[in-house]
C-alpha cells in the first residue's frame, strides 16, 4: 500500500522544533490530509441542534476552530449565515475556499480568546472536535460573551468506541518500538477523535460548573465506516500526537503500521458515536 506521497510530502517539509510547535497548532501542516479524511458529521447532528437550540435563520452561527469548514458547510446548506473562527492559515484558506460558493460564509483567522472583531452578537455559537483545544479558564466566558440573551453553545465530537481489531497487537508492538510515550494511551493511537480533554468528569458537567448555561442537553448518535489502509495512516498523520514525533519517527511508524493493517486484509469496519452537549446561555 504506498502510504501517501501528499502525506509524506507534507511531513517532510515539516522540519520545525516541537519547541516552535504548540500541539493546537499542528493541524495546518497537514491540512489538505485533515480535509479528505477526517470523518463528516452526520445529518442527525445539525437536525438535533437546529430542533433544540432553536436557531432562528436570522442568527448568526460562530464556529469556534472551524479548521477546513466541515461543521460549517451542513449549515450553510440550510441558508445559515456562518462565521468561522480558525487560528491556522492553512486551515482557514481551506475553509475559504471550499465555502467560498455560499455567501454567508465567512472565516477570520483567530482564536476564540483572541478574536475582537465580534460586530454582531451570535444566536448559536458551536465547537466541533475543537472545544478542548480551547483556553479552560476562560472559554465559557468567551462564548458567553459573544451570544446574544437565550443563544446557545453546542459542543460536539466525532468519537471512535474502542473496539478490538485483529492487527491492534501487532501495531501495539510498532508504537512500543518507535513511540513507547503512548504506552499509557494505547487507543488513543488509533484514530483522531478518541480524545476530549476537558476540565471536569464530562463536559455537560463541565457546562454546568461555568454556570453561565441553562440544563445541559445532549444527544448520542452510533455509526458505522469502513476504514480503509490508507484512510487509517492518513488519519494518523493528522493526530496531533503523531504530529509532535520526530519526522522520521513518525513516517518509519505510519509506513510499518500501513504494512500491518495490510497483511490483515487492508480494511476493519470502526464505530463511531458522535457526542453533543448544548446549553442555553442563563446570564
Known amino acids: 500500500m504506498d502510504v501517501g506521497c501528499l502525506g509524506l510530502v507534507g511531513d517532510l517539509a515539516v522540519m520545525h522544533s516541537n519547541e516552535d510547535r504548540p500541539q493546537s497548532r499542528v493541524f495546518g501542516e497537514v491540512a489538505e490530509i485533515y480535509h479528505h479524511y477526517r470523518p463528516e458529521y ?32 451542513p449549515l450553510l446548506e440550510q441558508g ?38 465580534a460586530e454582531r452578537l451570535a444566536g448559536l455559537v458551536i465547537a466541533g472536535q475543537s472545544w478542548h483545544w480551547t483556553n479552560p479558564d476562560t472559554r465559557f466566558q468567551r462564548a458567553a460573551s459573544i ?78 465506516m469502513i476504514i480503509s489502509t490508507d484512510h487509517h495512516v492518513q488519519n494518523l498523520r493528522t493526530q496531533s500526537d503523531h504530529r509532535m514525533l520526530p519526522t522520521e519517527t513518525r513516517n518509519e511508524l505510519i509506513r510499518r503500521v500501513a504494512k500491518t493493517i495490510d497483511d490483515f486484509g487492508g480494511s476493519y469496519k ?5 457526542h453533543a452537549y448544548a446549553a442555553k446561555l442563563s446570564v
Open 147 to 224: 451570544l446574544k440573551p437565550g443563544g446557545w453553545l453546542c459542543v460536539f465530537w466525532n468519537r471512535p468506541e474502542h473496539e478490538k481489531q485483529e492487527f491492534d497487537a501487532a501495531t501495539d508492538l510498532i508504537y512500543a518500538e518507535l513511540a513507547p510515550e503512548f504506552d499509557n494511551k494505547p487507543f488513543v493511537v488509533r484514530l483522531p477523535g478518541s480524545k476530549a480533554a476537558i476540565s471536569a468528569d464530562t463536559p455537560d458537567e463541565e457546562i454546568s460548573v461555568s454556570g453561565l448555561f441553562g440544563p445541559v442537553q445532549q444527544f448520542q448518535f452510533e455509526w458505522e
Open 80 to 117: 445559515f449565515e456562518v462565521l468561522g473562527l480558525e487560528p491556522d492559515p492553512a486551515m482557514a484558506g481551506i475553509a475559504r475556499r471550499e465555502l467560498e460558493r455560499f455567501e454567508l460564509f465567512s472565516v477570520d483567522q483567530s482564536t476564540l480568546e483572541e478574536w475582537t472583531a
Open 42 to 73: 452526520p445529518d442527525r447532528l445539525f437536525e438535533w441542534i437546529l430542533a433544540t437550540c432553536g436557531t432562528s435563520m436570522s442568527d448568526l452561527v460562530i464556529d469556534v476552530g472551524c479548521g477546513t469548514g466541515k461543521a460549517s458547510a
Open 270 to 274: 470502526q464505530t463511531f458515536t458522535t
